[in-house]
């Protein structure tokens, strides 16, 4: 028992050669040894010796197979967990087993066979009903996802919070509060988790009201306040406007993290209040927190609206300080912000500078900002970058019309009417449909 725990503890630290070195001199050996010797190797991405010890075990468990499963899944081998699965003998292939395999397959995305491995379940449990919710909602497909919610016998309360915070996850911000309602009525009391979903679907659509009649609900029920219920009040006030009430809730937080500073720096930065979201940068600067790129991010959006050039490109230079990698949203803001200012040429060389293709909403901004201060010279010389990018979707070999709603989105954006107008003709007569959009517009 003593090695085994030994064994266990060095694995889970990750310290497998003193864990192998016990498991080596251990006199005596049960199956629960060789399985915390299989998930230490298997917990750092080892599956080869995980595999020759497995091929080595006298007496294998459910539990044996069930731990070679969920190491090769967690490692991304599904074609090796599933072999695994298929060889696991039929008096030993468990709900748990089962489990593993769908689990494996939602984490790697792959939903569909994920529903096929669920559907050929004889016997499941409620965690993995959780998981299928989860993995149809982590890839939008909330059709389904409520489908298997619906398909359901009986519930509980973490069944009710996959569905809640899937529906938030996807913006579908009245179906959770629906769901909210529907949950209570049946007898389930709320959490930390459901609150801070039932916060994220406020805080998206803008509904203050409602998210102060949810925030008087957590202090009547005394609902713990952890860093997740923390920030949701934090991003729910400062996302709809009452920056006082985020501004007090999060200078009451005893630690906050990156979570934190960034639902207020946005809220600042969405609300045209640019100073203080550079000043709440600047804050976090001399903080313990490290900014991420979101950080970055919510302050380069606040430099371009506020016209604060300097700021912005100080702020853009310090990424690297902090071992961040600029994306195409963090290239747009800064040729927004170049733009709105004038300063055309250093917003264009910014662009040909990029180590990423530009995308509409940069190009965008770039067409638009010439359009504002009336340099044809310099609309031509985008144009040509925007005819280069054509030419580059229309060279790739997967046949992709995006292009084509790419330059309509481009034209668009700088109000040239009649070029974007083309673009669509062309996508259309390529036989091209686009997905049917949506938008809400909150008051």
């Given at each position: 028992m003593v090695g085994t725990s030994l064994v266990d503890m060095y694995?889970?630290?990750?310290?497998?050669?003193?864990?192998?070195?016990?498991?080596?001199?251990?006199?005596?050996?049960n199956v629960v040894s060789w399985n915390a010797m299989i998930g230490g190797y298997m917990r750092i991405g080892n599956t080869r010796l995980a595999s020759i010890l497995f091929e080595s075990m006298p007496v294998k468990s459910s539990i044996t197979w069930n731990e070679m499963i969920d190491g090769y899944a967690r490692n991304g081998d599904m074609t090796m967990a599933r072999?695994?699965?298929?060889?696991?003998?039929?008096?030993?292939?468990?709900?748990?087993?089962?489990?593993?395999?769908?689990?494996?397959?939602?984490s790697s995305g792959d939903m569909d066979a994920a529903g096929e491995v669920f559907?050929?379940?004889?016997?499941?449990?409620?965690?993995?009903?959780?998981?299928?919710?989860?993995?149809?909602?982590?890839?939008?497909?909330?059709?389904?996802a409520r489908g298997v919610f619906d398909g359901m016998g009986s519930r509980n309360l973490v069944i009710w919070n996959s569905l809640i915070?899937?529906?938030?996850?996807?913006?579908?911000?009245?179906?959770?509060?629906?769901?909210?309602?529907?949950?209570?009525?049946?007898?389930?009391?709320?959490?930390?988790?459901?609150?801070?979903?039932?916060?994220?679907?406020?805080?998206?659509?803008?509904?203050?009201?409602?998210?102060?009649e949810i925030h008087q609900i957590i202090l009547e029920k005394r609902i713990e306040m952890n860093e997740f219920v923390l920030n949701g009040l934090v991003d729910m006030y400062a996302k709809c406007g009452d920056l006082r009430n985020a501004r007090l809730i999060f200078e009451g937080i005893s630690l906050q993290n990156s979570a934190t500073w960034n639902c207020l720096i946005t809220?600042?930065?969405?609300?045209?209040?640019?100073?203080?979201?550079?000043?709440?940068?600047?804050?976090?600067?001399?903080?313990?927190?490290k900014p991420d790129s979101i950080t970055f991010l919510s302050v380069l959006s606040a430099c371009a609206h506020g016209g604060f050039v300097e700021e912005g490109l100080k702020t853009f230079s310090k990424m690297e300080k902090y071992g961040l990698k600029p994306n195409v949203k963090h290239y747009g803001c800064l040729v927004d912000l170049l733009g709105r200012k004038g300063k055309l040429q250093d917003a264009y060389n910014l662009v040909k500078g990029m180590p990423m293709m530009p995308n509409d909403v940069v190009l965008g901004a770039l067409l638009g900002a010439c359009r504002i201060h009336s340099d044809a010279i310099m609309t031509d010389r985008v144009l040509e970058l925007v005819r280069k990018m054509n030419s580059y979707y229309s060279s790739r070999d997967d046949d992709d019309d995006g292009h084509y709603v790419l330059l309509s989105n481009i034209y668009a954006a700088s109000e040239k009417w009649e070029m974007a107008r083309g673009a669509r003709v062309k996508f259309s007569a390529n036989g091209s449909k686009k997905p049917p959009g949506c938008s809400l517009l909150v008051l």
């Open positions: 694995g889970k630290c990750r310290d497998i050669v003193s864990s192998r070195k016990v498991f080596d001199r251990m006199p005596e050996r072999r695994i699965f298929d060889s696991v003998p039929v008096g030993l292939k468990n709900v748990v087993a089962w489990t593993v395999l769908v689990d494996g397959y939602v559907e050929r379940m004889t016997e499941r449990n409620l965690y993995v009903w959780s998981v299928m919710i989860t993995g149809y909602f982590k890839k939008g497909d909330t059709v389904k915070s899937g529906y938030a996850q996807n913006g579908m911000c009245e179906e959770v509060l629906d769901a909210f309602s529907r949950m209570r009525g049946e007898g389930f009391e709320p959490d930390e988790v459901t609150y801070t979903s039932v916060l994220s679907a406020c805080a998206q659509s803008g509904m203050l009201d409602i998210g102060k809220g600042f930065a969405i609300h045209g209040q640019c100073k203080e979201a550079i000043e709440f940068f600047r804050r976090m600067e001399v903080s313990a927190v």
